[in-house]
């Protein structure tokens, strides 16, 4: 059965007092989904190690201590939901005498730490951790690349996906492109090489949607080398009845009363290109040619222009747009993937965001959180790395939003409490003593405890309030409104029904 916190802070509190004159208190973390068994076999493999310890009082302490946990671990037939943590060792203060003990607990949050370790004292942070967390806070880092979707518990930062976009990260590294002898005809020049095409000349080309004549300007041009290319050969007499081009150039295809955008690797012989004046051009052969170096790649205004008489697709505007479909489809996905973690979760407070600045900031805009999601967005910070190390630095960078979060969300119960106070008296307690009747009774909804408040006196009434399924707040006295709660006795409830 789990633990209680408030037997997990007495646990911490004792466990953390023991201290060994030499590496021989043991502490063993079985996370959720550990097979047991699997850590027991572990633990006996252990022994033969452990005979290796020149010291014969800590070499016998080791092998006592671990025998004392794999014989514990047989009386469990699985691991409990929540993890296992156990700790085991001689914890005598006198030189030469034996106080062995072991204590194993099921913590009250799902453990995720693995863990083996002899050492001088036992090792209980997994466990201090659990005790901070009251509320968690949902992390995202992302680029138009990649996301890794994060969970901060406390002082843990945990990995809950990772995704990838698929987008090419160099679109004129896989643009398309031509070889650099094919012409095209340019308004004021007549018929030129496509290498002597110059930034600003207007290329013909066609209106896409009446299919007419047009200029098209040209916006850039550069050099490309690729490992191959593809031959295409023609019906085609003028200028040339074959084309040289990449293997991903685009053509415009007729077929069926349809004019269809279609790759290059993708046709075949016997497809009619569009020619000028709306000519079919019918492909007779297509080859591998030996080598596609020394191409060009152009990008013209309005996405075509004519190339040896073929009409041809623009480039870079065509994986401009394929990019920008790839992003949207990856914005989907990952908020698709914090809908799957987030909504709904409980201790959720607030979801952290952090990217460059242009992709954090579309992918918000665009609302592809759900409107539930998108209200727990309570900052977005400009970071460069989406990975696992891009969390840590988000979280990092996320610590005045945090601070001014929690000093917040303490001012709202304080608020919450005086307010009750003052306008339903008789369903609050103030103080102490009628706290604890309340708790007594069974009537406390919310008990408030300020973090000054004694240690013993919390230990206490926060047990009283577990108990009885009281939900717990501790206020502190970094806010006006904490400190005037201090100063009013530290102890306050707001109550289920009356009791006066």
């Known amino acids: 059965m789990p633990i209680t916190k408030q037997e997990l802070t007495e646990l911490v509190e004792q466990l953390e007092q023991y201290k060994a004159r030499a590496t021989e208190l043991i502490t063993v973390y079985i996370p959720v989904g550990q097979n047991i068994y699997t850590v027991a076999d572990q633990l006996e493999a252990e022994k033969s190690t452990a005979k290796n310890i020149k010291s014969a009082a800590t070499r016998k302490n080791v092998n006592n201590a671990l025998d004392k946990i794999t ?11 929540n993890g296992l943590a156990i700790f085991s060792g001689n914890i005598s203060k006198t030189e030469g005498q034996e106080d062995l003990r072991l ?7 799902p453990l995720k730490t693995r863990m083996y370790r002899c050492d001088k004292e036992f090792i209980l942070e997994p466990l201090r951790e659990m005790l901070e967390v009251t509320e968690v806070f949902g992390l995202l880092v992302m680029d138009r690349k990649e996301a890794t979707i994060g969970l901060l518990e406390g002082k843990r930062i945990e990995v809950l996906h990772k995704m990838t976009s698929g987008i090419p990260s160099k679109v004129r590294a896989g643009g398309q492109c031509l070889d650099g002898d094919t012409i095209v005809n340019v308004k004021d020049k007549g018929d030129i090489k496509i290498s002597e095409v110059n930034k600003g000349d207007l290329l013909k080309g ?8 047009a200029f098209n300007k040209c916006l850039k041009r550069w050099n490309v080398n690729k490992n191959e290319s593809l031959l295409i050969i023609t019906n085609g007499d003028y200028p040339s009845s074959e084309i040289n081009s990449s293997l991903d150039h685009t053509f415009y295809t007729y077929s069926k009363g349809k004019v269809k955008e279609i790759i290059a690797s993708d046709i075949k012989a016997g497809d009619f290109l569009i020619g000028q004046d709306n000519k079919l051009i019918k492909i007779i052969s297509i080859d591998v040619a030996a080598s ?8 013209v205004k309005n996405k075509n222009f004519f190339a040896n008489s073929i009409l041809v697709h623009n480039s870079s505007q065509r994986f401009h747009r394929i990019t920008e479909g790839l992003t949207k489809e990856f914005y989907k996905r990952i908020a698709e993937g914090m809908k799957k973690f987030f909504l709904g979760m409980p201790k959720l407070k607030g979801i952290l965001i952090g990217g460059p600045i242009p992709t954090k900031d579309e992918f918000l805009e665009g609302e592809y959180l759900t409107g539930q999601l998108q209200q727990k967005v309570m900052g977005k910070i400009d970071i460069g790395d989406s990975s696992e190390s891009g969390l840590r630095e988000l979280v990092e960078r996320s610590q005045d939003l945090l601070a001014d979060h929690e000093r917040l969300r303490e001012k709202k119960d304080v608020e919450t409490f005086f307010k009750a106070l003052g306008e339903q008296p008789e369903k609050a307690a103030l103080g102490e003593k009628e706290s604890r009747k309340a708790l007594e009774m069974g009537a406390v909804e919310t008990l408030y405890l300020s973090s000054k408040t004694p240690k013993n006196k919390v230990a206490e009434l926060s047990e009283m309030a577990e108990n009885i399924g009281s939900e717990i707040k501790t206020i502190s006295i970094d806010t006006p409104e904490g400190e005037q709660f201090f100063n009013m006795g530290g102890v306050g409830a707001t109550l289920r029904f009356r009791i006066k």
């Open 71 to 81: 014989r514990q671990l047989k009386e469990y037939k699985k691991t409990p939901e």
């Open 103 to 109: 204590w194993a607990v099921e913590p009250m949050m």
């Open 292 to 299: 596609g170096k020394g191409l060009i790649d152009i990008e």
């Open 206 to 213: 066609v209106n896409i949607k009446t299919m007419k004549e």
